[in-house]
């Protein structure tokens, strides 16, 4: 059962464009959302994270949007540049009462950005 | 400035030999450390984590191991690798427990098994 789910395994946005890439989530507990971005070959970097008491978090060019009761959250990309071509983790966090869980990470979405 | 290294970089292996990947921290004390795998068209899957020396937490069943001999130490290991232990393995590191921390990524193993 997937609790965190990137529905598109790959995205194609023209150099200067937005790109969107989306997260869909199952658990209810989930309060901390983390998007990686990962080259071939490299472990992930951290991005931009988001709290459930929040809806947005911007940090340059990328923003997060959180909507709690679609349990959806997006990644934007504004604007795109060819260097931004990578694979995209979206991981949550569960919070159990005094405790929390360990990330949970989704499939990836493929992000290339054309010149 | 803290930094993770792994070693190796890659490493192709023989079905029922033995595996030996290790994961060092630098610039942290008493950190989370966790091993994680990415299959080939998979997500990242969550194997061990250790709060502290000695201390470690398994995810999922498998014919692997983890050990942590020192506090910035962590050690994957499989006394019999499988065709499915394949793939791509990853170190993280974090610190904290209050549920906000961020885990940062080493530059990972790919293992291959055949």
């Known amino acids: 059962d997937q609790q965190v789910k990137q529905n598109s395994p790959s995205l194609s946005v023209q150099e200067g464009r937005i790109s969107i890439l989306n997260c869909d989530y199952t658990n209810s507990m989930f309060d901390y959302f983390l998007w990686y971005k990962k080259y071939p070959a490299e472990g992930p970097t951290f991005l931009i994270s988001i709290s459930s008491i929040k809806d947005k978090n911007e940090d340059g060019r990328f923003t997060v949007f959180l909507n709690k009761s679609a349990k959806h959250l997006s990644l934007h990309i504004v604007p795109s540049q060819p260097g931004d071509s990578a694979v995209y983790f979206c991981a949550a966090r569960p919070h159990y009462g005094g405790s929390q869980g360990n990330l949970i990470f989704g499939k990836g979405t493929k992000l290339s950005v054309k010149p | 400035s803290q930094t993770i290294h792994q070693w190796p970089a890659t490493l192709v292996q023989p079905v029922g030999s033995p595996l030996s990947l290790e994961c060092t921290v630098e610039?942290?004390?008493?950190?989370?450390l966790y091993w994680y795998r990415q299959a080939a068209g998979r997500g990242l899957q969550l194997l061990f984590y250790s709060v502290g020396i000695g201390q470690i937490s398994s995810e999922v069943p498998q014919n692997l191991s983890a050990s942590r001999p020192q506090d910035r130490q962590f050690i994957l290991s499989s006394k019999k690798l499988l065709l499915s232990d394949s793939g791509f393995y990853l170190c993280a590191w974090s610190v904290g427990t209050g549920g906000r921390e961020t885990q940062y990524f080493g530059p990972g193993t790919r293992l291959l098994v055949l």
């Open positions: 610039g942290t004390s008493n950190p989370n």
